[in-house]
């Protein structure tokens, strides 16, 4: 799975906790905006140039993506998570930070994980349980059970975002409807693809490094979420 974050990525988080909440410190008042050099604004039309996602610094793209994600609701992210070794996780979430539905599976076995009405639920693979966890059952578990935290990044597409686009620092080229947020102070570490038309929606985010590669992808923005029959879960 996922690597730890680094401090840098955990800061990062915080400071997307506060823009979530309206906290956010932002540019001061009558700051000027600066001067995107990455488009060609002698070409630039307004009524045709979509979102103007294009014109923003990659922090500010960044902060614009997010908003609009928390602002649509739900989604549907999937991907996969190759570690160094070649072992590969595939995961299907659905669902918004208050309620979620996802699935990981590593090696043919998948852990389902439920948050809904504030509560998490978890289905383990069999290779996954322990001592109260019935790898055929929903049990209840707390916010800091390891069998929820061990996929607190991929839990919802918000907290992925957040997570993993803190060390945003370019803007690509837009084509196709879409424009690059480059990420890693030299662009080598991946890219968060955002459509340009419409909401500043994202498209793919891939990020690569020796720890691994995360692939994914994301659609479904505001569809309604089906929680499964979770039964009568244990430890509730």
């Known amino acids: 799975m996922p690597r730890r974050a680094d401090p840098r990525l955990i800061a990062v988080v915080l400071g997307a906790a506060m823009l979530l909440t309206g906290c956010s410190s932002g540019a001061n008042a009558g700051e000027p905006v600066p001067t995107p050099t990455h488009v060609d604004l002698g070409a630039w039309d307004e009524e045709s140039a979509g979102n103007g996602l294009v014109l923003l610094d990659a922090a500010s793209a960044r902060a614009t993506v997010l908003a609009a994600v928390r602002e649509a609701g739900t989604a549907t992210m999937s991907g996969t998570y190759t570690n160094g070794a070649g072992r590969t996780l595939t ?4 669902g918004s930070s208050e309620q979620s539905v996802a699935e990981f599976t590593v090696d043919g076995a998948t852990t389902s994980v439920v948050i809904a009405d504030g509560q998490a639920y978890v289905r383990p693979s069999a290779a996954a349980a322990t001592d109260g966890l019935d790898p055929d059952a929903y049990t209840c578990v707390a916010d800091d059970d390891a069998a929820l935290t061990r996929w607190s990044s991929l839990l919802h597409p918000l ?4 997570e993993y686009t ?14 690059d947020i480059v990420m890693g102070a030299d662009g080598t570490l991946g890219a968060l693809r955002v459509q340009t038309e419409g909401p500043a929606l994202p498209i793919a985010l891939t990020r ?9 992808e994301f659609s479904g923005w505001g569809d309604e979420v089906d929680v499964p029959d979770l039964g009568s879960p244990a430890g509730c």
């Open 159 to 162: 907290q992925t975002l957040a």
């Open 208 to 216: 690569a490094d020796a720890a691994g590669t995360l692939e994914l």
């Open 166 to 179: 803190g060390d945003a620092s370019t803007m690509g080229a837009p084509r196709d409807g879409a424009v």
């Open 91 to 94: 995961l299907e979430v659905r």
